[in-house]
């Protein structure tokens, strides 16, 4: 890739931060120098899990995989994620051990500003804050996998692309995931011609098994496949984009996409009960969420608690780790965060000493501001690969079909992550999200996600597991990691009913018969609101490699049925 250097900054945010001993590239040794001479990949997308093993199978190792998968995914499940929005992709490189989270986020264009979507009244204007192209950040996805290949792959970043320019030529049949977000976005969609040409069927939302073809697509990921990464964020097709959004009411220039530059960070690093927690660091809030906590609840033996203490334990430690995300975080190039001391034990304790055992606390008596649901669409994938290698990646779009704009010729929907930013302090966004000073809006920011790929070590095993789910990620990636801690396999993790709670609103909120009858009124008895949602949430997607008895396995969630996850000897 000719200019390495400008698309890979080591930021200065992570030079900080090792400085301060927060945080090693170089991590604890996991048990073995061997791999398990096995792959294993787990997707939302039978066919990205495909394009993954193909690509292993092809000679390259999980990094490049995770391209492969990352482009497929981008065809095949265009609701979720795609060459218009960004992602986090963990990386473990078993030869040296080293961690890395390639921060492939969005960022607010360069024109942006804090008030860029309040009308004349300073109200926020919903509209333009989540379908078409105000709404959409600078993609980093194409920048990402790009760097990827380049720097960790053992195949070119053509080769890596082979599948996804199949997929997008030949087509794939719509899954129950298409058509059912479909249905929730298609009248934004049908507004723009490029998109509505695309992804419905002569303006309908297309049939179960109607097999959709993107030549734009196909067109654009040849083209960096040819060229390289520069070929997107630069000169002619880079041109054609801008022009498209700016025809559209959008406000990228040409130097926006010129400037985008995917960040290399030092993950969040941390021990529980024996294991090495390395997970996503700011932007993300899910890492410093997990770590406070975990760190909240170690004391305790939570796997024999009580189930009613336990879950009382857990939403305490839920709702403190969520109402300092909301108070704290943010992009590490504009907001000073108190990392060290949020993911520190002492932090946790003076956290553990606040709460009852037998009595929900009301969020109003904790000082501080308020957070609530956010991004209902994203996608995750986790690959091992033979030598030990491992991806956990995390990417989105933000809403289903994100903004729902397509440029011209483009074939890819352009995210709405703008409005992962508060658009206006204590004004909601599309899920009730409450804004705050360290996520407003500035020029070339990152907006604050709660993605959160995640790895585990053990002396005895290495996992990697993500979800989507908005902000409920960060709870699901928390009792996939209990669920695992206590010995279970992954599709244990990825089936667990599920649970959480944010701080704001102030409740529990449980999937449809997560919890029984009486688990209920105990927890009300102790002053908690519980709240049953009528549908499931989340996508979770393992991987689980033991060393003892070198058993390798790996669970797809089996809430949407194209997941895929498949373990396959190395040769095969
Ligand atoms: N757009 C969802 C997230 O990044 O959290």
Same mark, same amino acid.
């Given at each position: 890739?000719?200019?390495?250097? =400008? ?6 945010? &992570? ?29 939302? =997308? ?8 193909? $690509? +292993? ?76 192209? !105000?709404?959409?950040? @600078? ?5 990402? @996998? ?42 934004? @969609?049908? %507004? ?8 419905? &069927?002569?303006? *309908? ?30 000169? *002619?097709?880079?041109? =054609? ?50 770590? *406070? ?35 704290? !975080? ?24 606040? @709460? ?27 690959? !091992? ?28 929907? !352009? ?31 990152? +907006? ?32 996939? $990691? ?25 409740? $529990? ?23 049953? %949602? ?17 058993? &390798? ?5 089996? %809430? ?13």
């Amino acid at each position: 890739m000719k200019n390495l250097l =400008h698309a890979a900054s080591v930021s200065l945010a &992570v030079a900080m931060l090792l400085l301060a001993g927060l945080g090693s590239t170089q991590a604890q040794p996991v048990g073995t120098d061997t791999g398990p001479g096995q792959a294993a990949v787990a997707s939302a =997308h039978y066919l990205a899990t495909e394009a993954g093993q193909e $690509i +292993m199978a092809a000679g390259g190792n999980a990094f490049d995989a995770a391209v492969a998968i990352s482009a497929a995914l981008a065809v095949v499940e265009p609701a979720s994620s795609g060459l218009g929005g960004g992602g986090f992709w963990l990386l473990h490189r078993a030869s040296d051990k080293l961690r890395v989270m390639v921060d492939g986020r969005e960022v607010a264009p360069l024109a942006a500003t804090a008030d860029m979507f309040l009308d004349a009244n300073g109200e926020v204007n919903r509209e333009l804050a989540v379908n078409g192209p !105000l709404a959409a950040g @600078i993609p980093g996805h194409i920048a990402a @996998i790009a760097h990827i290949a380049e720097k960790y792959g053992q195949l070119t970043l053509a080769r890596n692309l082979q599948p996804a320019i199949r997929l997008a030529t030949q087509g794939f049949p719509v899954d129950e995931k298409y058509h059912a977000l479909m249905r929730y976005r298609a009248e934004v @969609i049908r %507004r723009w011609p490029a998109a509505s040409k695309t992804l419905l &069927v002569a303006g *309908e939302v297309p049939e179960l098994g109607t097999m959709i073809k993107q030549p734009d697509l196909a067109r654009t990921l040849q083209m960096v496949a040819t060229q390289g990464r520069d070929a997107f964020y630069r000169g *002619e097709f880079a041109q =054609h984009l801008v022009a498209g959004v700016r025809a559209a009411g959008g406000i990228w220039t040409e130097a926006d996409l010129a400037a985008y530059a995917i960040k290399e960070r030092v993950p969040i690093s941390f021990s529980y009960q024996g294991r090495q927690i390395v997970t996503a660091p700011p932007p993300s809030s899910g890492g410093v969420a997990l770590a *406070e906590i975990l760190n909240i609840i170690e004391p305790y033996s939570i796997g024999s608690m009580d189930r009613t203490v336990q879950v009382h334990l857990l939403t305490e430690a839920m709702r403190r780790a969520y109402r300092d995300r909301g108070i704290y !975080l943010g992009d590490p190039e504009f907001v000073d965060m108190p990392i060290r001391q949020l993911i520190s034990r002492d932090y946790a304790a003076g956290l553990r000493a606040s @709460i009852r055992l037998d009595r929900a606390t009301d969020s109003d008596a904790l000082a501080g501001f308020q957070d609530s649901p956010k991004g209902m669409d994203t996608t995750h994938f986790s690959v !091992l690969d033979k030598d030990g290698n491992m991806v956990a990646a995390t990417l989105t779009v933000n809403l289903p079909y994100g903004s729902a704009f397509m440029a011209p010729d483009t074939g890819f929907l !352009l995210n709405n992550e703008m409005d992962d930013f508060s658009a206006k302090p204590g004004a909601p966004n599309a899920f009730g999200l409450l804004g705050f000073t360290a996520n407003a809006i500035a020029p070339g920011k990152r +907006m604050l996600s709660s993605m959160t790929p995640s790895f585990v070590f053990g002396d005895d095993r290495q996992a990697a597991l993500g979800t989507p789910g908005g902000s409920r990620i960060i709870t699901m990636v928390l009792l996939g $990691i209990l669920d695992m801690i206590a010995g279970n396999e992954p599709q244990s993790w990825v089936s667990l009913p599920r649970f959480h709670h944010q701080y704001r609103p102030d409740l $529990i909120s449980i999937e449809p018969d997560a919890f029984s009858p009486e688990l209920i009124s105990q927890l009300q008895a102790m002053g908690h609101t519980v709240e049953a %949602r009528d549908s499931t949430w989340g996508n979770m997607h393992g991987v689980l490699w033991k060393y003892a008895d070198n058993q &390798v396995s790996a669970a797809s969630d089996p %809430r949407w049925p194209s997941g895929r996850a498949v373990v396959k000897p190395a040769a095969d």
